[in-house]
């Protein structure tokens, strides 16, 4: 046996924009070298699916590295800093499981369902406003899609949207730990944390009627008072509600825009059929999706022979796995009629204690948001280079120009 920084392995030059364009056949050269692991300048990533699974999904030894990264960053204490570490993943064990429990019985499959016509009606709205352009950035037409669904899920004015996305969109390149973002990390934190705390403030003085239909704020604030959480953690979960929503949702979209110009035939089943687009959104989730998650170990684990000391930072890269090789046949290949063996499905959502909460609204606006997009924006194509954002932090492609006939 072996400690991890004594084997041999590849490293990944990850910051580099080139890596980000196209990292895969770097992750291939580091499999070469070794079937699950490889070095980086903040410590050690685990790529392949089982490995994945296998050390994330059993997690008790495990704990979530925000205080590593705001480490890494340079900023503990500042206003983005102290939310890095004290968001609901972050916690400490008893925390975290209060705040999970109370809030895990809203987001189930019915309420997600439940919120597909208003997600229908956010989408028809942006097509009505872009579809007639016929030649835009979809990357950009698709951020507003998420923020404008979590703002009516907590009855948000419209008139806040746009400052939302902006605060959102800076707040997306935390993870690419860039130490000169902390003062617009810190400024984006500030505008969303005002918004929240006035928004739980008007609710509170002005709250709906017994006959008018709870919306989540309502839910929200009710649980929060029956666990006894403080506003300080309900301002603070508000915000990871949008921050962990948006981004998922916009830069799944794009990625899947992106493969439909390669896939006409695929795009024209999506916009005949919702069902077959739920074949579609999961093989996407597993081509792509924009997280890389980490850990640090609580103590020494044993994997495959492998020492992994305690105190070890581990990057665990969803956004890649679902393309290893050892995992499935035609990896690279786009296939949404394929068989996936349970044991081997994409981790896109995470695994473990930390399993995302909000997957099941996640899928339904994927799915709700690719059919109406193929039903009004004919012959998609790319009609200029497309950018990407850095690894590896939320990635994914940062604009992409299209054009297309409106329906």
């Known amino acids: 046996m072996r400690r991890i920084d004594e084997i041999e392995l590849a490293f990944l030059d990850w910051e580099r924009p080139e890596f980000a364009a196209n990292p895969w056949p770097e992750f291939e050269k580091a499999r070469a070298v070794h079937p699950w692991a490889a070095r980086t300048s903040a410590g050690f990533a685990v790529f392949e699916l089982k490995a994945i699974r296998d050390l994330l999904g059993n997690d008790d030894n495990l704990r979530p590295s925000f205080d590593g990264i705001v480490d ?8 983005w800093g102290r939310f890095a570490a004290e968001q609901m993943i972050a916690l400490p064990e ?8 109370t809030f895990a019985a809203r987001f189930t499959p ?3 369902n439940d919120l597909r016509p208003m997600m229908r009606a956010i989408m028809a709205d942006l097509l009505a406003e872009w579809a007639p352009k016929r030649r835009i950035d979809f990357e950009e037409f698709a951020s507003y899609y998420p923020v404008s669904v979590t703002a009516r899920m907590i009855g948000a004015p419209a008139d806040a949207i746009p400052g939302l996305r902006a605060s959102m969109e800076t707040l997306g390149l935390a993870f ?4 000169t973002k902390v003062p617009d990390l810190d400024r984006a934190f500030l505008h969303l944390d005002a918004f929240a705390r006035e928004l739980m403030t008007q609710r509170r003085a002005h709250p709906h009627g017994r ?3 709870p919306d989540l704020l309502d839910m929200l604030l009710e649980a929060a008072d029956e666990g006894g959480i403080n506003d300080r953690q309900l301002a603070d979960l508000l915000i990871f509600l949008f921050v962990a929503g948006y981004d998922t949702s916009k830069n799944v979209l794009t990625y899947m825009m992106h493969m439909m110009t390669e896939h006409p035939d695929i795009y024209s089943s999506c916009a005949e059929d919702l069902d077959y687009c739920r074949k579609v959104v999961e093989e996407a989730l597993r081509l792509f999706n924009p997280s890389t998650t980490f850990r640090i170990t609580k103590e020494d684990i044993v994997y495959r022979d492998v020492l992994i000391p305690k105190d070890t930072m581990l990057f665990f ?3 890649i796995a ?3 090789p050892t995992a499935t046949d035609q990896a690279d290949a786009f296939l949404p009629e394929r068989e996936v063996d349970p044991a081997l499905r994409h981790v896109a959502f995470g695994l473990g204690k930390h399993m995302c909460l909000g997957q099941y ?10 059919h109406l997009v193929a039903r009004h924006m004919k012959n998609p194509r790319e009609v200029d280079e497309k950018g990407w954002r850095p690894f590896p932090g939320v990635w994914g492609i940062k604009g992409l120009p299209l054009e297309f006939e409106p329906a």
């Open 72 to 79: 890494i960053m340079d900023c503990r204490g500042s206003p």
């Open 322 to 324: 679902g393309r290893d």
């Open 176 to 179: 690419a730990m860039d130490k």
């Open 94 to 101: 008893r925390e975290h499981v209060l705040l999970r429990r």
């Open 110 to 112: 019915r309420y997600a």
């Open 317 to 319: 890269t969803l956004n």
């Open 211 to 213: 006959d008018d239909h």
């Open 361 to 370: 609204i996640a899928r339904a606006q994927l799915q709700e948001g690719i």
